[in-house]
């Protein structure tokens, strides 16, 4: 986004309201039970485009969240906002993810925050396992499979080096050695963080492409 008055307009979630229901509470992890405590709002200049700066109340703990959220401007029916501060907790992916993708995923990065980093990768590695099985590829292991996907000009030759690392370094911790030290925190950040790039390229870049398509009904 280029532009804070952008906000809503190439992106977000259906509706011209706010869906406080999908907000969850930093503090206590409640979903959507918000009171508004404080509303304020900027317009843009010889424009209908609004950016609101809202309060919220949670109405379990009394915690209390910022929220600026706009809606497209021109009636698509869009609305995007941002949320300080957030759950540090994270107990959802987006659903237009593999739902065994998803789950990985989630208990990887769960690991990384508990600092968990043999499992962290383990679970990194099951998550690009899933990503890949679910991309169709064709062979006998995992690494074929990579291999598959990187010749069909699925995954980009730096993405094939970024999965074969992250294959290797889950493999240490799916098959340990008598002696195996435990995997650097680094790399298994670093894994984690891969694992995010790979599933923004696979899944991610491909749902906007095609919401972007519906918009506008472009071919
Ligand atoms: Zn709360």
Known sequence: ???????GENDGYHGNELAVNQITCP??????????AHHREKSK?????????????????????????SASEFGS?????????WPLRIDTYPNYWPESVGRF???????????NWDAAS??????????IRDSKAE????????????????????MKEWSDALRELGNVSAHPLPDQPPTNPQDASDIVNFLDFL???????????????KRGDKK
């Open 199 to 213: 599933l923004e390229y696979l899944y991610t870049l491909p749902h906007r492409i095609n919401e972007y398509r």
């Open 77 to 85: 029916g869009f609305h995007n906002y941002h949320v300080l501060p």
């Open 105 to 115: 995923w989630i208990q990887a990065k769960r690991n990384l925050i508990q600092e």
């Open 1 to 7: 986004m280029d532009s804070w008055w952008r906000l």
């Open 139 to 158: 062979g006998n292991n995992l690494k074929q499979e990579i291999e598959y996907l990187a010749r069909e000009g699925i995954l980009p030759p730096i």
């Open 27 to 36: 503090f206590c992890l409640e979903q959507g039970n918000y009171k508004l």
């Open 45 to 69: 200049p010889n424009s209908q485009k609004i950016l609101n700066f809202d309060t919220y109340e949670c109405g379990n703990c009394k915690g209390y969240v910022l929220v600026l959220w």
């Open 122 to 131: 383990l679970m990194a590695r099951s998550a690009l396992q899933a990503a």
